[in-house]
């Protein structure tokens, strides 16, 4: 027997969407639990994928397949593709398994001719829509599958509404329709040189296979690149009877959500078009109704939607996206899916369903993406300053940014890669502009509602959006728009607030995000399932602070190398460099200490009652000295301009320091616990600095909990010996101010040879932190700062490495070294305290690899915290029954 | 019952040195077979170990055993220490369980005072060595014990020359020499603020503490880091009965080999002195006789000490160094133990003690230490050539070496530190200059034998050194030699030939080395034991016609790079680096084509039969440009002086590359298989070069085993793709010449990533090479550029590490991933051929644990393919049953 290739949409169901696509899994869904779907099949997504292998041929038996459904078709619905008296009229639509939206082709009203456009007059009596429709199946066949440029229709359009001396589409007769149908077939005729195809049966096949090679057009491509979706899944085709809301006044078509996208609010809300078709509200052309209008235009048709929805609610527990149809008084739903949402509609949204029992607690919280969280945590503007506002549009996708006005998305892309914000101005976005939306600090559009295709997309990736904002009027042409009396130039920079839909003049004060009740509701949840600490690394007393404030639970890592590079510091710190003898190092040591000592005391006190972990000197010594270049320049000038010869020597000699201590690979070099090594007395300092702050706190009654963390250590007796200096400051620090107090020491897990020797390393560590940052570097022998600019994105294009492995913990192999380090080490030490400080440390991914490594917590920038609460949560509930074996495949 | 601290000789045996210390367990061993060795008892290493940890006090029970020892000497010799009419007198010295000679102290005549003088005088009849006696002893005491500078002593002898007008010390007569004595007592009284102490057990005592205290010393602590011994063995004391060489003309004292260690030939070696006490021969100061002299003088005691050497030859089955007396005609035996030799001297003995069955085949190999052959295997002076020899000493360490005139070893660590060649020229060396030793490059001597500390010092480093060259005149104050009319000074250039003893002036020409029958003899048996293949890393033909010479199966390494750097190519590979299309690139690499072709060519060809393992482009592509630096000087320079415009903008451009290529870190950088994936054209080109030089060569009737080698490989994914193309070309080149060859595609194992992930990596390679340069350098996060200079020294000063990594592979670490590789890659593909390409490959130690892991082959420079062989040898003899597991605390 020959594959299945064709499904009718009462063989199918909603977990079939690898097969049948998502569109046609919820068609399926649909009919199979009795809502009003237009009948009709999918081609599954393996015809496509097969079709693909084939070298863009239909597999063997499809074309059977599908006239087999046809003629089922139309017993169903009693009408005949073709007939000239009752013709079946088809749509045709792709649906990729993730859903991909306006990325791929439709062709609507398939199956009309010169013939069948008889029989629909007929049925309807209404030749102006049966008309009307024809000239929309000619453009967009022709636009999908014959590949021709929609302006040469818009163009013939136009003449003819010229020529009747009329504004608007809906003004023309039917006669102008059919003067304008035989206009757009001879523009076919002439543009493939071969007649518009009259046979339905061909205008399928040719749809089909249009659709088909939607699946590899460049939007779709960049598309799943944006979203990472894999490249070999294929599109179904959804083929479906056509009904019409655009017959006349008692038809319409509209989108909506069973929630309020953007807040969460628990009421319809959507838009739609009376006597329109689908694309009419998508497209944004004409500004639609809000949906609540139905309800006083179609009350018992509103019922029944609202009714339908409450039911598709119920049935997949969460808020969905539909379109439907309404013919002559008839409602027909033409989809549903899940709807994309805010993160403060997806919080409310999660809340809402867990406390109405749609869902348990642990569903709620699987339901928001942490990832998103961000937006919430960003900074916003400030709502005390007063703003320039020049206009205002609709809150489209919350957040604020600002940015260079650009027109064009290649632009936009150009100018982003050099580093600077855009906000990219359009009438309208398509698909073809993804690539400079991606690169947008902020979208503004000024044609188009809350789902247009800007707003969806600029949700889907989190930029800020503020979209139909009439009030501007776009010059494309100078480069420039107008709102009131303002003029606004491509470079000149505004502002957008897509939470209110406000567009201001320049680069506006932002503030500090504040979180909404839900939000703190959420969290609070997360905490209780939750297993791992989360913590925050922060390096001044008021990221620590703010840390607490957000839930960290310590400090994971306190860097001490910015506390080196104040101004006011750095010519000590300078002095300490170039010293000649230990005395010398040690005078300029002194002068810091009571410097350093201060800034411990001030995080070590805002953290009072929590663990801080406070990591000693890493960078080169060579950082805090001016560069080798910077010098060369400098000493050549003074040559042959005359300098004097005392400032030419002395300037040489800095060079010769500079010389001395630069590096070939300064991330392999001089740094770390090897400055300990070298230079014992830098780490007593430091040490003494803490310990000194601490003994004072506990002196002034606080509980204070620091952990000295010894940086890039590869050998336990390296370990050893910088320990022995910690416990002895230590001492003496306990002594001279008569003080007892508690800390441990540790070290940071960061190159691979520290993996491989966790065992040796634990006897003498009290605790371990994953600095995966060079842990990574030095596994896959890439360094950061030169991999992201010149070949990392090779990797990633090529597909050799599927996420950039300094955002997503790379679990094959640096996760291999760490499983190593934490059996290792808690073999030899079971009480080992294990957590992670890297920037990985607020990702979700490497979270969830965290919780299976069996990691006590996790360490992340403060406004990161509540993303790794989520994440934490999450991962605990995802990895209940996996092992980590597993999951490195996954 | 308390440890027991001390043994009498006949209490111990060879194979107690760890507690007896060398010396004190082969006196054991020598009594116990009936040599005539003088009586006594040995204090253990552990007494030693016990002083330090008791913060330099004797154990307790220790005084307590040595004076019950003491005791039985008495009985023995029926002496009594301290009797003023037969005292007994002892040696005190110290052994260590490695040796180290000259390093540490020794105090003779003990148990001399003012009264025991007198029964020194009555039972010797002879005053004059009774009180030459007691001076020597005070002396010795003074300097060793109490640290009195020598000069003070030597200062008063001199003096009292000078009074009597003689020259010479043994023109002095008894008289002279009691003055002196109470000159020499006042001084320890001045310097001492305490009297001479006169009571032998005193003597004792503080003679004891002066051995363990000399454990510590300085010149000890450099002796064990040079040769690598550890610091906490301890030292034991050998206390032993006195006998006199100094009694008369029928006494004489001398030190000998059982071989010649210079040559390895077959006879009686070594020197001695009439009427002298040990000292004197092992000082240098007075030039001794040679040992066949002592046939003619004392044919039978000569004749009984020969019998002695060949009797502990067969005890020991190996070359012995002894000491022995006469005294008044009777030989007694003072040390034996195993004899340092050169190299040529250690593979001869070796054959030849194989070939007198007294030592197996396999000993044979174990017996020659690998690194050694390095120095028969370096250039030496052209034979050829004639030179300004200006003097000639004693051929004392073979080998050349030549460089600049240093008379302090002070000056001369200071001068080698800056990379400059330094000849130490000294009247003789004491242990004091043992650091300037190691430093230079050679060391010439102006006095002392073939036993002076100068001579074996120099042959235990394998330093050439030409001693006794009386004909030298040195002159400290003024910086200068003379030689004959010639004045050399500090600075100047002289070479040395330990091999002839001849000094020559200037840098001399050098020639290649050759191998002697013995060392080949020595080799083709290695070749019969190793289970190892050796081959050579070489770039060019000559180097791989040198390979085959020296045995090497294959070409391990073949970097293509050189060849990009020649001077005629180097502007085509710049241009196809700024190209600005793949086009332009293109152009650019079609030019290299045929150069590429013809080096690949040249070496297949050389190596034919064998395996070539080449690998593709590694170093970043900004290696072959020039330097930011330089060209900023050079802008800067051209703007200031008025520069034409179009070359600055030049200028500019070419900075503007440089800086786009320049890296942070360019060993993590842009290199290796990176560049053949973000520029496929290069490898495609490399590739193409390899397969048409294989086919023309295979055309040509030879059989060529190329392997295609894909460095710095992190992931299957990556090396699949470039697989890929490497196959295309193979296909095409064969399709194109119509010719079939075989080739194979494997990868470079030197990121810590590639060895995690070897299993998946296997699957796509037909073999590894460990290139364990770049592995170290990422397993430990070490720059070696820069760790090296910066700071690899302080973590071997502080025993963190206890070899250079880059040098000794790293069992733990390294070894660690090496050990996950070769598991994971021979579970997926059992016949995977394994190798090693990094410098280790030459070096022993990481040979040995490349037997261990199972490589199938090490690959290192042509010169030390030699001592890979033997040391491949001694590997698979060593690990015969030995698991990897064990190796590793090893």
Known sequence: MSTKYVYRFNEGQADMKKLLGGKGANLAEMTNIGLPVPPGFTVTTEACINFYDAGKQFPAGLKEQVAEKISLLEETTGKKLGDAQNPLLLSVRSGAVVSMPGMMDTVLNLGLNDDTIKGLIASTGNPRFAYDCYRRFLQMFAGVVKDIENYKFELVLEKQKTAKNVQDDHQLTAEDWQVVVEQFKNIIAKETGQPFPQDPREQLSQAMDAVFNSWNNQRAIVYRKVHKIPDDLGTAINVQAMVFGNMGD???????FTRDPSTGEKKLYGEYLVNAQGEDVVAGTRTPQPIA??????????????????????????????EFTIERGKLWMLQTRNGKRTVQAAIKIALDMWKEELISKEEAITRIEPGQL?????????????????????????????????????????????????????????PDDIHGMVAAQGILTSRGGMTSHAAVVARGMGTPC???????????????FKAGTQTVRAGDVISIDGGTGQVILGEVPMIDPEMSAEFLELLVLTDQIRTMEVRANADTPEDATKSREFGAQGIGLTRTEHMFMAPERLPVVQRMILAESIAERKAALNQLLPMQQNDFYGILKAMQGLPVCIRLLDPPLHEFLPSVEDLLVEIT??????????????KEGLLRKARALSEYNPMLGHRGCRLGVSYPEIYAMQTKAIFQATAQLVQEGYNIIPEVEIPLVIDAQELALLKKQVIQVAEQVKQQTGTDFHYTVGTMIEMPRAALLAGEIAEQAEFFSFGTNDLTQTTFGFSRDDAEGKFLHHYLEKKILTDNPFMVLDR?????????????????????????????????????FCQLLGLDYVSCSPYRVPIARLAAAQAKLKTEHKHLADSRTA
């Open 250 to 256: 008692d038809c319409a078509t509209g989108v909506a």
């Open 293 to 322: 209008k139905l309800a006083q235009n179609m009350p018992e048709l509103h019922r029944q939607f609202a009714e339908i929805c409450v039911l598709l609610e119920k049935h997949y527990r969460d808020i969905q996206d539909v």
């Open 374 to 430: 961000d937006h919430l945590l960003h900074r916003r503007i400030d709502p005390d300053v007063s703003l320039e506002v020049i206009a205002k549009g609709l809150p489209a996708s919350p957040g604020s940014g600002y940015g260079e006005v650009v027109f064009e998305a290649d632009l936009a892309e150009k100018i982003a890669a050099a580093d600077r914000k855009v906000i990219l101005v359009r009438m309208e976005t398509t």
């Open 466 to 480: 503020v979209c139909g904002c009439e009030e501007i009027k776009i010059d494309y042409e100078n480069k420039l």
């Open 637 to 650: 000038t003074l040559k042959l301009t005359g300098g004097n010869a005392a400032e030419i020597q002395d």
């Open 812 to 848: 094959s192999g640096v996760g291999k070294l760490m499983q190593m380090a934490v059996e290792q080490g808690r073999q030899v030490r079971p009480d080992l305290l294990i957590g992670i400080c890297g920037e990985h440390g607020g990702e979700p991914s490497s979270i969830e």
